[in-house]
């Protein structure tokens, strides 16, 4: 989970700048005249104005040079013109109200990510190198191609390579984000990260640890961040034009009547503290309004690309699927002679199933339950992992795994195999079979479920003006179709890998796309970092995809992703509508101070009530529409 932000009065507090410039203020405001002779209010307020000022006009004097044009530039001149005409009350307003802005919008602003972090300490660190008839344990790196290593039940392959011995299953959904375990036998092809389940295996390594899949997973998600760029401002958006401006109301001040102080009343009245204090307040308020709602946005930047978005990409597994297999179907033939129906099948399979600890025998006996058929008690339970499982039910024994499992079973029964061949379609899907001595055979057909939330939410999308879906996935191209075509997706793209994810997300932006990106393992961490917008689903935990992503849904429910784009483009509108209004003020306030019915003091007051109006209604952005 992403770790706690600290709170806005701590970020406040730590900020020395704005408090410098406040305790000055205060200090000075509260030194009575004839007390102390008004000499000593102005110097305390000259020493903070100087120990405070001097930083801001550094700093941006330093952008000036870099060629970075912001909103600090009238701030500055206002310091500037504060401290060469003896104005130091008003220099210091303006200096509370610029670094102040600078501290909400630090508040608001990107919390760096430990996506690669969290990748690396998730990486296998250790592998067992098979040396002549012994084991050692070496560090990954130390792994070369051709090595024998041992992978033990509950471990993570350390490298890519081949399996020379034993079989299991693996969980390869961080990789590739398919759900089910796929069945590792000799021959078949690993990869590094995937989680070993049930049987012990022997890989022969076929490329170095830092060239694995799981190695280029964490390169992509860090070349990803790199080159993302960051957002500008919302405030040195509008400063293009507003700041010219001031600077011409200035020179027709000083035209006009030859007076500096005039001048200055000018810069202090149009400090843009509208734009330093209305978009981080508004987004601040944006973040906190999703919280509330379990959806974390890690930063502003994050929130304004959001409020942007115009094409989803999903996952499959996990984000459009609930990520945890179910039993489709229980097959069952006509042509055995033997009496079994459906369910009486699924309690033989599930009484058999109860002594293991396999993802599917879990399936299997909660789809018996679930049904509320009774299970027997089975007797003599034997398990060869990765392979299968057989026991004694009564005086029948049965046999539940892969089909060349069963018919090793059953070799001695023609009748079982005949039936057996009947129900061997060629299909790819993840199925068991199950065969009894007394001639019985079936076949349990596995499927992921469809989340019940989805048309909703694609509904939603396309009312916010979502005018493409793509579905993204590890999983076979078949799978992905169909799911794709059940929740009206018109584009999709099946057996890819991390890398693929990230060069279709790429092509999207590239041709114009602001691509929303969700999902919810590591094989999407990449793309989520490559995206305008990734969005992790992290109601199991979250994890390494939860610090590759710029929002967080709490809860397991993509249905809040339309809600969390209209709370970006409501807080984005409302700081919009409060630079625009505080904005204006201003121009009226530089109007009136060019004209000399505003001091400087003055126009630093005036400000004060403009930016009290702006933080006002920049605050609705916290609050629920009415």
């Known amino acids: 989970m992403p770790t706690r932000r600290p709170s806005l009065l701590r970020t406040l507090a730590t900020?020395?700048?704005?408090?410098?410039?406040?305790?000055?203020?205060?200090?000075?405001?509260?030194?009575?005249?004839?007390?102390?002779?008004?000499?000593?209010?102005?110097?305390?307020?000259?020493?903070?104005?100087?120990?405070?000022?001097?930083?801001?006009?550094?700093?941006?004097?330093?952008?000036?040079?870099?060629?970075?044009?912001?909103?600090d530039v009238v701030a500055m001149l206002a310091i500037v013109g504060a401290l060469l005409l003896d104005q130091p009350l008003a220099g210091l307003v303006v200096v509370l109200m610029q670094t102040g802005?600078?501290?909400?919008?630090?508040?608001?602003?990107a919390r760096a990510s430990d996506a690669v972090e969290a990748l690396e300490a998730d990486a296998p660190h250790t592998a067992h190198r098979i040396e002549g008839d012994t084991v050692r344990d070496i560090d990954v790196e130390a792994i070369v191609p051709g090595d024998s290593l041992l992978v033990r039940p509950g471990e993570l392959v350390p490298c890519d390579g081949i399996v020379t011995a034993g079989h299991s299953h693996l969980d390869t959904s961080r990789l590739t984000g398919e759900p089910l375990p796929v069945r590792a036998g000799e021959g078949t092809t690993v990869m590094s990260g995937s989680v070993n389940h049930d049987?012990?295996?022997?890989?022969?390594?076929?490329?170095?640890?830092?060239?694995?899949?799981?190695?280029?997973?964490?390169?992509?998600?860090?070349?990803?961040?790199?080159?993302?760029?960051?957002?500008?401002?919302?405030?040195?958006?509008?400063?293009?034009?507003?700041?010219?401006?001031?600077?011409?109301?200035?020179?027709?001040?000083?035209?006009?009547?030859?007076?500096w102080s005039r001048v200055l009343a000018v810069l202090v009245v149009a400090t843009p503290c509208p734009l330093i204090l209305a978009a981080p307040v508004a987004i601040i308020g944006g973040i906190n309004r999703a919280a509330r709602r379990a959806i974390i946005v890690r930063n502003g930047g994050a929130?304004?690309?959001?409020?942007?978005?115009?094409?989803?990409?999903?996952?499959?597994?996990?984000?459009?699927?609930?990520?945890?297999?179910?039993?489709?179907?229980?097959?069952?033939?006509?042509?055995?002679?033997?009496?079994?129906d459906a369910d009486?099948?699924?309690?033989?399979?599930?009484?058999?199933?109860?002594?293991?600890?396999?993802?599917l025998?879990?399936?299997?006996?909660?789809?018996?339950?679930?049904?509320?058929?009774?299970?027997?008690?089975a007797r003599a339970h034997r398990e060869t992992p990765g392979r299968g499982v057989t026991g004694m039910v009564g005086d029948l024994l049965v046999a539940v795994g892969a089909l060349a499992f069963v018919r090793e079973t059953f070799v001695d029964a023609p009748a079982v195999q005949d039936a057996l061949d009947g129900l061997d379609d060629q299909d790819t899907g993840l199925r068991a079979y199950i065969a009894t001595s007394a001639g019985a055979v079936g076949r349990i057909d596995f499927a992921d479920v469809l989340r019940p939330e989805l048309a909703p939410m694609f509904a939603e999308l396309h009312a916010l003006g979502f005018t493409q879906s793509w579905l993204l996935s590890g999983d076979k191209a078949s799978n992905v179709e169909v799911t794709a075509r059940a929740v009206g997706i018109d584009h999709w793209a099946g057996d890819l890998r991390a890398e693929d994810k990230v060069t279709r997300v790429r092509a999207l932006e590239t041709a114009g796309r602001r691509v929303l990106m969700v999902g919810d393992g590591t094989n999407d961490a990449p793309a989520l970092s490559t995206a305008t917008v990734g969005v992790a689903l992290a109601g199991h935990g979250g994890g390494v995809v939860a610090e590759a992503a710029d929002v967080v849904?709490?809860?397991?429910?993509?249905?809040?992703?339309?809600?969390?784009?209209?709370?970006?483009?409501?807080?984005?509108?409302i700081a919009r509508q409060s630079i625009g209004v505080g904005l204006g003020l201003s121009m009226v306030g530089m109007v009136i101070a060019a004209a000399g019915y505003l001091t400087p003091v003055a126009g630093a007051l005036a400000q004060e009530a403009i930016d009290v109006a702006v933080i006002l209604n920049a605050l609705r952005a916290a609050r629920a529409p009415s």
């Open 303 to 340: 929130l304004e690309a959001l409020s942007r978005v115009d094409t989803a990409v999903f996952d499959k597994t996990g984000t459009l699927t609930v990520g945890q297999p179910r039993i489709e179907a229980v097959v069952v033939p006509s042509s055995t002679g033997v009496a079994a």
């Open 344 to 359: 009486t099948l699924l309690a033989l399979a599930a009484a058999v199933e109860q002594g293991s600890g396999h993802l």
């Open 199 to 259: 049987g012990a295996l022997t890989i022969r390594a076929t490329r170095l640890s830092r060239e694995s899949q799981y190695a280029r997973i964490v390169d992509l998600v860090r070349s990803a961040q790199a080159s993302k760029s960051p957002l500008q401002r919302t405030a040195d958006r509008w400063a293009v034009w507003f700041t010219p401006l001031t600077l011409i109301a200035c020179a027709a001040a000083w035209f006009v009547s030859h007076d």
């Open 101 to 109: 802005g600078e501290a909400l919008d630090a508040y608001a602003v």
């Open 553 to 573: 849904l709490l809860i397991d429910d993509p249905s809040r992703i339309p809600e969390a784009v209209r709370i970006g483009r409501r807080a984005l509108r």
């Open 15 to 71: 900020s020395p700048l704005p408090m410098a410039a406040l305790a000055f203020g205060v200090v000075g405001a509260l030194l009575s005249p004839a007390m102390v002779g008004n000499g000593w209010r102005e110097g305390i307020w000259l020493t903070g104005l100087v120990v405070t000022g001097v930083p801001v006009v550094w700093r941006t004097t330093r952008g000036l040079l870099r060629g970075e044009f912001a909103a």
């Open 361 to 377: 025998a879990r399936v299997v006996v909660h789809e018996a339950e679930a049904r509320g058929v009774r299970m027997p008690l």
